[in-house]
């Protein structure tokens, strides 16, 4: 259950002007291009500063990974830049260095990702470099070699982080035998068994072009950028052969795991089943999610918790979307002694939000902040160009960003009450806890989540 932010305050005063307005103050204007070939991107132009933004993913992620080598994704992603055509590693990098350059690739559940920024100068230099790295990587045993240590080395710390503990366990109890109940960036026997023929493969059958969606922000225009999309991604197969993953059902009946470690205070998980990123009533259980634990110190769960109680510095509740399937996810860290109290509490305002909803008072204080905030989500060419990827991935449409503070106005009270009476239920919620809780009973065994 990992959650990979990518932001980069480096690239951000252009696109902190460019977004000064908010949303459906004005309009935002995105275009499509499409190459020659036939590459299709979302372009936002930006000629406040001299460079441009690119992010891009490839449908399909680490939930593709065989059973037998689940981490190929990973290792994929973090040697895809170590060496590509002519170049080995220490040439490529110092390519990327010397030219300021910034390369970077990330395999989500999902969706293998990748980003990309160039001052315009090097333009033309920079996308050859992208280009070798999606279709001429090497792979070479010395790099492929080190980046393997590197990820072993942080799956052996994820042995004793409670975090890592208690992130995999939901995920194992939640999901079960599903590719979504595997660890997050693979596993120790996983990584030890990916060869660099594995590699290989992976990238002909994965960095195709019908799973390509890209975003571009930045001083280019959009007859600039077609023929440097053919560039860049033209040379990609234009197909390759990855299954489709059935939905995945999220475990809905209560239960409570305790995996034992000494700390001086545990860490606690909950997660329940969620709601598709395209249902109707998304909006809506978003506004009630943000009330009731998405809000920061103006939550519910912040008030019962901390305010009133003391027990914890913060505990949050939110809404994952993923393709397959969705959850909504809480938790809390606290001293062992408060952990059974927290548990009833989170519990206790599932339950009333799901009785008798939200107030007036709290929707309009949600839309207030989810609308007025939202902006902010766009304070740097990284994070716009993620969102042009985004919107596409989830067919969102593509004038968007200028529509979605209307669908979070537009929420009843009505409307919201109806979906929290639906969606959450304190008896649907599976419960994690590390560390040594007092007064805390498991219902069942703890998940095998070793290496």
Known sequence: MNIRPMTSVLWGFAALVFLAAA???????????VSPKGVKAWLVEDDTADLISVDFLFRGGASLDPEDKIGLAELAASTLDEGAGDL??????????????????????????????????????????????LTEPRFDADAVERIRGQILIGLERNKTSPNARAGNALAKL??????????????????????TDDLRAFASRMLTRERLIVGVVGNITA???????????????????????????????????????????????????????????YYAAFVVNFV???????????????????????????????????LIVAGVSTRNDAVADSIALIKA??????????????????????????????????QIAGALTGIQYYGLGIDYIDRRNGFIEAVTLEEANRVAKALYDPEALTVVVVGRPEGVTPTRDAPDIGG
Do not use: C
Not at 116 to 127: H, K, Q, S
Not at 228 to 255: H, R
Not at 293 to 320: D, N, P, Q
């Open 292 to 326: 009731l634990g998405g809000g920061g110190f103006g939550s519910r769960l912040t008030t019962e918790v901390r305010e009133k109680r003391g027990l914890a510095y913060s505990t949050y509740a939110y809404m994952i979307d993923r393709q397959r399937a969705a």
């Open 88 to 133: 080995d590693s220490a040439a490529f990098r110092r390519l990327l260095d010397d030219k300021s350059i910034t390369l970077g690739f990330s395999a989500g559940r999902d969706a293998f990702s990748g980003s990309f920024r160039t001052l315009n100068r090097y333009r033309d230099e920079a996308v050859e470099l992208l280009r070798l790295a």
């Open 223 to 281: 007859e600039e950028l077609a023929p440097l999309l053919d560039k860049a991604f033209g040379d990609l197969p234009a197909t390759g052969s990855i299954p489709d993953l059935a939905p995945a059902t999220a475990a809905s009946e209560a239960s409570v795991v305790v995996l034992d470690q000494n700390l001086p205070q545990s860490v606690v998980m909950l997660a329940q089943p969620g709601i598709d990123r395209l249902d109707e009533d």
């Open 174 to 195: 939640v999901f079960g035998d599903d590719p979504y109940g595997r660890p997050g960036g693979g596993t120790i026997g996983g990584i030890k068994a990916v060869t």
């Open 23 to 33: 949303p459906g103050a004005q309009a935002v204007d995105i275009k499509e291009v």
């Open 349 to 382: 305002e599932w339950a009333k939000i799901r009785e008798t909803g939200i107030t007036e008072e709290e929707l309009q204080n949600a839309k207030t902040y989810l609308t007025g905030s939202y902006p902010l989500r766009f304070t740097t060419m990284s």
